[in-house]
């Protein structure tokens, strides 16, 4: 496998992706959606909280709000990929550019790789910047008001760094099988979404209860990489070429 | 350059090449004829090893269309222009140049180079940085035919290169294919143009299914119908038909109002001696043509007559 191939493939996508405004609007509108309207919510509903409470159940409340937000950051590249890699797979069967890419000199997994790649960056980078605007918000307020910061903190760090990313690649490598059977970006979309909910609830339910304790978030995680992991045996039996050019209509 | 032996595809229990034996060699241009669904995209497809044979061997220089790492070599060194042009509208000329360059493993100046050629020689240069979508049919398919030499190929396949083109785009990708020819570059060219075929390709396959006839053009022409001399005379008496079926070079007499219609093996060195004896017998020729048969016939012929395999 050649990295280096892989990763031309991901520019040429992202490239094309960039000037796509209906890609871009579509992948950085939810994130900063929730990235802003949710730290929000929060603190006008902390701020509802403050006269009651003791400072130090205000710091474990707050501390517990938090968490349930930094849900929401392994709500967002499981949805988003729907919309990238339903252009870039899907997209490449429109433009009929499948045999012309699929006569070069390069291996189907470097090509897999390429396009999941050129899907889960712009996605985890959305979803990372969404996640940066929460932890600003939540800390500027919680240190105004509570003197300490919130976040970053090992849930957030474990949702981040491992859970998030994760359920990004099981969404992409959804959308990849989906993508061999369909030929309407639409429809690649509309199914991507529907695949990936059950999906979705899954993971939430998983990093809500991986909230619990350090033993069932890594309980989550191992969970989540065998899933991965047999999405990814699927989707690569799916991208072989012969299968694209004689399957892909 | 290209050896199939026996090369057969079935998908399910439909055969749709069924023991291609073939042959072409470097510098080569050869064609492939066939109707639609004859098998010609499928056969370029498993030479180009975008698709498993079924059965049979075949061979690219120095390589089986077999192993992973053979394809890949393969891959390298062939050029491919498919029937869809299939380049990235939203990028530009440049751009999905560019693109395919990178992905040949072309070093950077001499992909820069390349591209440069390649669109200065398509009269493209200019617009190199409009979105390929704003193009026309006939430029976007000489965009696709750079980015099929690229990386210097010393093979290319086209796949229907002037289909759905008008006739000044199709004449101005058949021009550059000839000069590709005189480059000595090795080209395969699938097309339904027998027009076409006739003006660049060296020598032809009829595929229908199984390949029927490969030969040049004129040979083809040739070795399905008798070659044809017409004699316009101005009068056709009884003693210039007597002296010219004795002639034991002429195997059939036909007389049309004024011409006399011959059938003859060999008319380059039989006329001279048919021209002598009307002459001797007092007729008078008006002028001496040959009635030639066109690929066209050749290639109805041999479809018509072809099983069907499927």
Known sequence: MRLWKSWIVTRKDLSMFRKNRYILYSIIAMPIFIGVVLPVIFILALGTQSTQLSHAQLVAGAQQIVNMGTIYFVLIPSVLPSIIASYSFVGEKIEKSLEPLLATPTTDGELLLGKSLAAFIPCMAVTYFGSAIFAIIMDSWSYANLGVFLLPNPYWALVMGVISPLACVMSVEANVIISSRVNDIRAAQQLGGLVVLPLIFLVIFASASAAASNYLAFGVSIALTIVDILLFYTSKATFQREEILTKWK | ?????NLTRKFGNLTAVDSLTLHVDEGEVFGFLGPNGAGKTTTVRMLCCLISKTSGTARIGDHTVDSEQDCLAIRKMVGLLPENVGLYDSLS????LEFYGRLYEVPEQKRRENIE???????????RDDA???????TKQKIAISRALIHDPQLLFLDEPTANLDPEAAKTVRDFILELKKERRTIFLNTHNLDEAERLCDRIGILKTKLIAVDSPRNLERSLYNRTTIVHMEKITDAVLTAVKNLNSVKNIRVSENKLILDMDDPEKQNPELVRTIVEAQGDIQYVTELKSTLEDVYLKLIREAPSTK
């Open chain 2, 132 to 138: 390929v979508g704003t193009f026309s049919k006939g």
């Open chain 2, 93 to 96: 000329a440049y751009r999905n």
């Open chain 2, 1 to 5: 350059m290209i050896e199939t032996e």
């Open chain 2, 117 to 127: 050629h390649m669109l200065k020689l398509l009269d493209i240069w200019e617009r």
